[in-house]
């Protein structure tokens, strides 16, 4: 007899079959069709992609002096699952390390909270960077030590001291980095600060990879697709800088036991002769493994070596930004050539009182500014800003007065190619607002026309100035590199900049530019050789003045416009007019007169004081 | 050719045979994929792993042949005495055979090694079909059912003494064919719930409830077993006002501790929930002897075992081996360690989930061809599947195996006698068995168990060992007319 009254269970079977390929089917939809997490998981699984790394560019001063080359290093890696009988001695003293350190690197290598990416079955970094010689002795004994190998790496060299806040630097990427742009991977190198970074493109070039089948034991099983998908590394650009090294070099002398900066441009193209930032720091200590102990040391000095003065520095331009005052007042008709106010040792209008040094009153446009008289530049400030004929409220003349500073090339970035340019203070009307209220006057705000008060500019837009006045009119923008190999600049670098001046007054600011050197502030920059155009400034600062100075020469057809900041320097005429001197001198003439050279040699020599 | 074996001929269930045909070829594509090798694209080669399968799909046909000429008769007189045999082989196999990755299940003959373990699930099948055949037996004896439980747990606890864990729970299996036979699926039941305590107990017991210092897996295993004993109660003793009691005082508690909890003074009250399972333990004793009743004995057992589950939970876990432990762990989602434990699954899964929608082709995967996916040809020979044939393919052999199942249970329900019956549903077991442990770990739904994928997972004992099983299943079912004919 056949037992039937359990035959409806063959559903349940039926069901239960059904409900277990039901669900899998969820299941395999999940995995393969919602997601392509997996996919990628399963890419960065079975090909290693070997990466190729191009040489980086080189770097070349104006007149083809190599600055900075590359040169091969070693990176030393180890595979955490092939250590074994290492004779931990030995291996310390090879590599120079003590045991600890050696046990802490291993700790923190298979610490996935400090090596995320961490894996025993791979290549990982153990020590970074090591120079030729400690290599050497390493790779002799690299037999002995299981589970370490070498892969070469290159470092950057620098063949002079000198210019190390234009060149910049490499080094490993951070993670900000990688987030920013998907081209890094852990361990890459980038230019983190100067032309390293702002050509980062250019010099790096582009990774090759080579696209290898990897089997779990990390076993290659040669090209995928033999080779398709392999590509061959571009190699970067060489760069040449417009910088002439020679110059750099002097600058960088003369600054010596400084702070400030020193800024040359060819006012012709824009060209960015040397820029200097002082103090300075050894790129070539930077290299490879001490960049990261030299920067700790250089980030917590109180003198801020790492700051590059030339464009990140923002200072009060002093005098030297009355020739823009001039240049402004007499475009807009407030002052005429002839114009003269009185300056009995400064300004003194509705119980405001600005000093001046002893010159003879009342004194006209040529002569103001060849003594500097800060009484002239006040009242053409004063009567512009009342000017209600002109201007219906001060707010509109201000406005003007701003927009004329703007199209000089203040209160904005310049745009060199340079990272990290700060864009300096040009106040207007809202900002004036903001301290004084709606009602402010002319009074208020008068020593901006001296280049004090709330102004600031940075050197290189001091040095803009000294080219835009060398032009008579307008300024290419500054660049500090003047070729890219087998590319081209920018087209905002060779972007010519006009001033809405009129020539005629530029030359008349040239002439008091002149009478400033033959007959005025700048006296000590006169030479037998070219007309040199000059314009001192002291800018007040509580405590020590800054010495400032703004020039170019010759006066014909000039090659260089310089400006000269020394923080605390006194006088424009005690720092300032001799640096620029000197370094018109050997830019012009390519080297320095036998008195020039000594004079060199005691300003290299003049330490100045700070307090921190 | 006489006249029965003609008439047999005639008899045979080719869908079944169909589906067969497609399951081994596709196995052997599959196995195809998983051992081939970019170096050495020659997947004939005896040398390879592919080309032994092609050998033993091929062998497997004419094995298949051979058993088709096999009468039923044989087995009903021989089933016994090839379960000793089979039994004595299994035992012997513990102490001759080698050690192979620590498990002592293979027996190496000439140039193959077998695994009797394979052969063992067709000498128990026919070993119950014979015993439950017997005119006087009845699964409702307890001396019957026991017999029973001891056929199929000696060859268990054999193959477990080969180290051969995942082989030995496939005999789990044959408590579905009993519960098709007649087993109370109280049983099943309680074997269902029993997994239930112990995934929500392990996985939730040391996560609090929000707000409250209560263990989500405690709360969650007592008041399942709350559920659970009202629910039989209601089922197998039928009296609607102890239910309601029951459910009355169970539930009444558990949400005014809940409340007090949440909204007075929070504290543990497990213990509480304990005690009202206790009470109704007592309180169902009381009713067993008042109405003379002996189920409620029955559901009080389950009461007191569901309660106190949780507690020994944590004490059988501890003795777990470590390297279960960390596979359930894993599984349960508690420990998180891709390259660790987890690596298996966790590669299973880049590998299947990579195939995408179509898969990469044919020999085009990367992650099972370059060894990512340990296993990769046998245990864990979905993958394969799943990232050269994408999604598709995938689906593709799931409903194969369920029409192949399903053809199974339609082929046995038209079996004449115990016998076949028992046996078909054996075979439907032991396939339900390994289809859902081996795709579910894989697919990371099911703890990492090693059992191959019946005609998929690479080698001779597999493919051989499931032929044989379903092939002595076909003769009898195309004996099925004789029979009729017979009498």
């Given at each position: 007899m056949i037992e039937t009254s359990y035959h409806n269970r063959k559903y349940i079977l039926g069901g239960v079959v059904l409900f277990i390929v039901i669900t899998f089917t969820v299941r395999l939809a999940y995995l393969q069709l919602m997601s392509d997490e997996y996919k990628t998981f399963a890419d960065s699984n079975a090909f290693l992609n070997n990466v190729i790394f191009p040489a980086r560019g080189a770097i070349y001063d104006r007149n083809g002096d190599l600055l900075v080359y590359n040169q091969p290093a070693y990176d030393i890696m180890v595979v955490m699952r092939e250590v074994k009988d290492l004779d931990t001695l030995d291996f310390c003293e090879t590599l120079g390390m003590s045991k600890d350190e050696f046990v802490m690197r291993m700790n923190n290598i298979s610490d996935r909270t400090k090596n995320p990416g961490y894996s025993p079955y791979m290549q990982q970094i153990f020590l970074s960077q090591l120079p030729s010689k400690d290599f050497s002795v390493f790779q002799e004994?690299?037999?002995?030590?299981?589970?370490?190998?070498?892969?070469?790496?290159?470092?950057?060299?620098?063949?002079?001291?000198?210019?190390?806040?234009?060149?910049?630097?490499?080094?490993?990427?951070?993670?900000q980095d990688i987030l920013a742009n998907n081209y890094y991977m852990p361990g890459d190198y980038i230019g983190k600060q100067g032309v390293e970074r702002s050509y980062e493109e250019e010099l790096r070039g582009v990774k090759g990879v080579q696209v290898l089948l990897r089997d779990a034991q990390g076993r290659i099983h040669g090209h995928y697709k033999d080779g398709a998908y392999d590509r061959k590394p571009v190699p970067g650009k060489n760069l040449t800088l417009s910088i002439d090294i020679e110059l750099q070099k002097l600058g960088e002398r003369l600054m010596q036991g400084k702070l400030g900066a020193i800024v040359a441009i060819e006012p012709s193209t824009g060209e960015i002769l040397a820029m200097v930032s002082a103090p300075n720091y050894d790129p070539r200590k930077m290299e490879g493994r001490e960049r990261g102990k030299r920067m700790g040391v250089m980030l917590k000095d109180p003198r801020r070596p790492m700051l590059n003065r030339a464009i990140q520095g923002t200072y009060p331009p002093g005098s030297t930004f009355k020739t823009a005052q001039g240049l402004t007042?007499?475009?807009?008709?407030?002052?005429?050539?002839?114009?003269?106010?009185?300056?009995?040792?400064?300004f003194r209008h509705a119980h405001r009182k600005i000093g001046c040094h002893g010159h003879p009153?009342?004194?006209?446009?040529?002569?103001?500014m060849g003594t500097s008289c800060n009484g002239y530049f006040c009242w053409g400030l004063y009567y512009m800003?009342?000017?209600?004929?002109?201007?219906?409220?001060?707010?509109?003349?201000?406005?003007?007065?701003?927009?004329?500073?703007?199209?000089?090339?203040?209160?904005?970035?310049?745009?060199?190619?340079?990272?990290?340019?700060?864009?300096?203070?040009?106040?207007?009307?809202?900002?004036?607002?903001?301290?004084?209220?709606?009602?402010?006057?002319a009074i208020n705000v008068l020593p901006i026309s001296i280049g004090q008060g709330e102004v600031t500019l940075t050197p290189l837009q001091i040095a803009n100035l000294g080219a835009t006045i060398a032009n008579r009119g307008h300024y290419i923008t500054p660049h500090v590199v003047k070729n890219v190999e087998g590319g081209n600049l920018a087209d905002s670098l060779l972007q010519r900049h006009d001033v809405p001046v009129d020539k005629k007054y530029y030359e008349l600011v040239v002439a008091g530019m002149r009478n400033a050197v033959t007959s005025g502030?700048?006296?000590?920059?006169?030479?037998?050789?070219?007309?040199?155009?000059?314009?001192?400034?002291?800018?007040?600062?509580?405590?020590?003045?800054?010495?400032?100075?703004?020039?170019?020469?010759?006066?014909?057809?000039?090659?260089?416009?310089?400006?000269?900041?020394?923080?605390?320097?006194?006088?424009?005429?005690?720092?300032?007019?001799?640096?620029?001197?000197?370094?018109?001198?050997?830019?012009?003439?390519?080297?320095?007169?036998?008195?020039?050279?000594?004079?060199?040699?005691?300003?290299?020599?003049?330490?100045?004081?700070?307090?921190? | 050719m006489n006249q029965t074996e003609k008439s047999i001929f005639r008899s045979i269930d080719w869908v079944i045979i169909l589906l067969y045909v497609i399951l081994v070829v596709w196995g052997w594509f599959s196995v195809c994929g998983a051992s081939y090798d970019f170096s050495d694209p020659n997947i004939?080669?005896?040398?390879?792993?592919?080309?032994?399968?092609?050998?033993?799909?091929?062998?497997?046909?004419?094995?298949?042949t051979f058993l088709m000429l096999i009468e039923k008769r044989f087995y009903e007189a021989g089933s016994y005495f090839i379960y000793v045999a089979v039994i004595i082989l299994l035992l012997a196999t513990i102490f001759i055979a080698p050690d192979t990755k620590g498990s002592h299940s293979w027996l190496p003959i000439g140039p193959v090694k077998l695994q009797p373990a394979e052969f063992a699930k067709f000498a128990t099948a026919l070993a119950l079909g014979k015993f439950m055949s017997e005119y006087s037996f009845s699964l409702r004896n307890t001396r019957d059912f026991l017999t029973v439980v001891g056929l199929i747990v000696l060859p268990m606890a054999l193959i477990i003494g080969q180290r051969e864990t995942g082989s030995a729970l496939v005999f789990f299996a044959f408590f579905l064919m009993l519960y098709r036979e007649g087993m109370t699926g109280a049983l099943l039941f309680t074997g269902f719930i029993t997994v239930?305590?112990?995934?929500v107990g392990i996985r939730y017991g040391d996560v609090l409830m929000s707000y409250l210092p209560v263990s989500v897996g405690e709360f969650t295993v007592l008041l399942l077993a709350m559920m659970c004993t009202i629910g039989l109660v209601w089922v197998y003793c039928r009296d609607i006002a102890i239910v309601k009691i029951m459910a009355a005082v169970g539930f009444g508690t558990t949400a005014f501790m809940l409340l007090f909890s949440f909204f007075v003074i929070p504290f543990n009250f497990c213990p509480v929930m304990l005690v009202v399972n206790i009470l109704f333990v007592i309180y169902m004793m009381f009713q067993a002897f008042y109405h003379k009743l002996f189920t409620y004995v029955l559901v009080s057992l389950f009461c007191v075992f569901s309660s106190g589950f949780y507690y020994i939970c944590d004490t059988l876990f501890d003795h777990l081996k470590p390297h279960q432990r960390i596979r359930i762990e894993v599984l349960l989602g508690i420990e998180d360690d891709p390259r660790g434990a987890g690596y298996n699954v966790n590669q299973a899964k880049i590998a299947i989930g990579s195939g995408g929608f179509a898969g990469k082709g044919f020999l085009n995967g990367t992650q099972t061809k370059l060894k990512y996916v340990p296993e990769q040809h046998t245990?864990?020979?979905?993958?394969?599947?799943?990232?050269?044939?994408?999604?598709?393919?995938?689906?593709?052999?799931?409903?194969?195996?369920?029409?192949?199942?399903?053809?199974?249970?339609?082929?046995?329900?038209?079996?004449?006698?115990?016998?076949?019956?028992?046996?078909?549903?054996?075979?439907?077991?032991?396939?339900?068995?390994?289809?859902?442990?081996?795709?579910?770990?894989?697919?990371?739904?099911?703890?990492?168990?090693?059992?191959?994928?019946?005609?998929?997972?690479?080698?001779?004992?597999?493919?051989?060992?499931?032929?044989?099983?379903?092939?002595?299943?076909?003769?009898?079912?195309?004996?099925?007319?004789?029979?009729?004919?017979k009498y």
């Open positions: 004994k690299l037999f002995r030590f299981k589970g370490f190998y070498i892969r070469e790496r290159s470092v950057r060299r620098y063949t002079y001291p000198y210019a190390a806040h234009l060149l910049g630097d490499v080094a490993e990427v951070s993670q007042f007499l475009q807009e008709g407030i002052v005429k050539s002839w114009t003269s106010y009185p300056c009995l040792r400064g009153s009342p004194i006209t446009f040529v002569p103001a800003l009342g000017d209600r004929n002109k201007y219906s409220t001060v707010h509109d003349a201000i406005t003007v007065w701003k927009d004329y500073m703007v199209a000089m090339g203040f209160g904005y970035k310049l745009g060199v190619d340079m990272p990290g340019e700060a864009r300096g203070l040009i106040p207007n009307a809202q900002f004036y607002d903001k301290i004084y209220g709606p009602s402010w006057s502030t700048c006296s000590s920059a006169n030479n037998p050789w070219y007309e040199v155009c000059g314009k001192t400034g002291t800018a007040q600062n509580r405590g020590h003045d800054h010495s400032v100075f703004m020039g170019f020469a010759p006066r014909v057809n000039p090659k260089i416009a310089v400006a000269v900041y020394v923080e605390n320097g006194g006088w424009g005429a005690s720092y300032g007019v001799p640096i620029g001197a000197l370094m018109m001198e050997q830019y012009i003439r390519g080297e320095l007169c036998k008195a020039s050279m000594k004079r060199a040699q005691t300003i290299q020599g003049k330490y100045i004081q700070y307090k921190f | 004939f080669g005896w040398e390879s792993n592919s080309g032994k399968q092609l050998v033993w799909g091929g062998t497997s046909f004419i094995l298949a239930v305590y112990f995934v245990d864990f020979i979905f993958c394969t599947v799943g990232e050269e044939e994408g999604f598709i393919g995938s689906v593709g052999v799931l409903i194969t195996y369920l029409f192949f199942i399903w053809r199974l249970i339609f082929l046995s329900e038209r079996q004449p006698d115990t016998l076949g019956r028992v046996y078909g549903y054996s075979v439907v077991s032991i396939f339900i068995f390994h289809l859902f442990i081996n795709v579910g770990m894989v697919l990371g739904l099911t703890p990492v168990i090693g059992i191959p994928l019946p005609f998929f997972s690479y080698g001779g004992s597999n493919v051989w060992g499931f032929t044989i099983l379903l092939f002595i299943f076909l003769r009898m079912d195309a004996e099925r007319g004789l029979k009729q004919e």
